[in-house]
T-cell receptor, first 115, second 112 residues
Framework: AQSVTQPDIHITVSEGASLELRCNYSYGATPYLFWYVQSPGQGLQLLLKYFSGDTLVQGIKGFEAEFKRSQSSFNLRKPSVHWSDAAEYFCAVGPVPGTASKLTFGTGTRLQVTL | KAGVTQTPRYLIKTRGQQVTLSCSPISGHRSVSWYQQTPGQGLQFLFE???????NKGNFPGRFSGRQFSNSRSEMNVSTLELGDSALYLCASSPGRLNEQFFGPGTRLTVL
């Protein structure tokens, strides 16, 4: 069964500092990986996705993520955090080809940005 | 293009009642999935509909059901509500079954 682990429940960074959110997945083949962001009271917004090809993917709002097969990781990075980036971030895996469009989410990392 | 819309945004029900939530996908999207989000269990997949057919179902009791109409709009129904059904219910649509999903703002259900 596929699974996603986000080891950091809560992270605090200063505005302007760099950010890295960790994500590890478990899946038997090449996964489809996603990062979503959720602001309080809102739905999920897609930041970026990895399907295949270049392992460094660029997303919206200046975010990027790197797929590392050897480490089963898909960490999210941003070189300079803005106060508006404070939110909860979810890593997800799926859909698996040949099965339903089901996303399996990690437990999320809450990002706090200090001024 | 308008995004995924969900109605109502907030709902308060009492135990034992039933509830119907609605989701209108992005125009042209044929796949609709539903998720439940709670502080304790996180985001969990409920079911997916594609071309009016349920394609997959998560590990939820039969009290949770859904359907999709010919215009791709979807509804989910929860019967005999329990306190533990209090959650944010998210709907997501995608152009096809293997594409990324776009989420609506959710319906916040409170069961008293």
């Amino acid at each position: 069964a596929q699974s996603v682990t986000q080891p950091d429940i809560h992270i605090t960074v200063s505005e302007g500092a760099s950010l890295e959110l960790r994500c590890n997945y478990s899946y038997g083949a090449t996964p489809y990986l996603f990062w979503y962001v959720q602001s309080p009271g809102q739905g999920l917004q897609l930041l970026l996705k990895y399907f295949s090809g270049d392992t460094l993917v660029q997303g919206i709002k200046g975010f990027e993520a790197e797929f590392k097969r050897s480490q089963s990781s898909f960490n999210l990075r941003k070189p300079s955090v803005h106060w508006s980036d404070a939110a909860e971030y979810f890593c997800a895996v799926g859909p698996v080809p040949g099965t339903a469009s089901k996303l399996t989410f990690g437990t999320g990392t809450r990002l706090q940005v200090t001024l | 293009k308008a995004g995924v819309t969900q109605t109502p945004r907030y709902l308060i029900k009492t135990r034992g009642q039933q509830v119907t939530l609605s989701c209108s996908p992005i125009s042209g999207h044929r796949s609709v999935s539903w998720y439940q989000q709670t502080p304790g269990q996180g985001l969990q997949f409920l079911f997916e509909y594609f071309s009016e057919t349920q394609r997959n179902k998560g590990n939820f009791p039969g009290r949770f059901s859904g359907r999709q109409f010919s215009n791709s709009r979807s509804e989910m129904n929860v019967s005999t509500l329990e306190l533990g059904d209090s959650a944010l219910y998210l709907c997501a649509s995608s152009p096809g079954r293997l594409n990324e999903q776009f989420f609506g703002p959710g319906t916040r259900l409170t069961v008293l």
